[in-house]
């Protein structure tokens, strides 16, 4: 199994109807902690509303309506924190909600953004 990776703001997530997520600004000013020049993404900051830009979901009249927020679960404790808040991994699970069309909720692909920092 390949280690997690630290996910930053250079990632993003992908819903099971192709909508992107990008990640860019969402880790807020009390994060220090960067990859590659990007901050890491708290998995507090990751569970928030944000759109997920192309997602074709449709609800019952057939009309699109983009995934419009995150949920995280995280597996088990993790150690590394940013900001006093546990960081999101590429091994946590990510799901998108769709109110609107609740058949496009799911799990979300996750890009790191990075690929030097992974978690053990």
């Known amino acids: 199994m390949t ?3 630290v ?3 250079a990632g993003s997530f992908t819903c099971q109807n192709n909508g992107k997520r990008k990640l860019s600004g969402v880790a807020g000013d009390g994060i220090k902690l960067t990859v590659s020049g990007s901050k890491v993404v708290t998995v507090g900051a990751a569970a928030s509303t944000g759109t997920y ?3 074709g979901a449709q609800d019952s009249n057939g ?3 983009a995934c419009a927020s995150t949920t995280v679960t995280k597996p088990g ?3 590394l924190t940013a900001g006093g808040n546990a960081v999101l991994l590429t091994s946590d ?3 998108t909600v769709n ?3 609740p058949a496009g909720s ?3 692909t996750v890009d790191a953004g990075q690929t030097k920092l992974t978690a053990t």
């Open 3 to 5: 280690a997690p990776k």
């Open 7 to 9: 996910v930053t703001e």
């Open 53 to 55: 830009t192309g997602c």
């Open 63 to 65: 009309v699109v309506q």
């Open 77 to 79: 404790p993790h150690k």
């Open 93 to 95: 699970s990510v799901k």
């Open 99 to 101: 109110e609107k069309a």
């Open 106 to 108: 799911g799990d979300a």
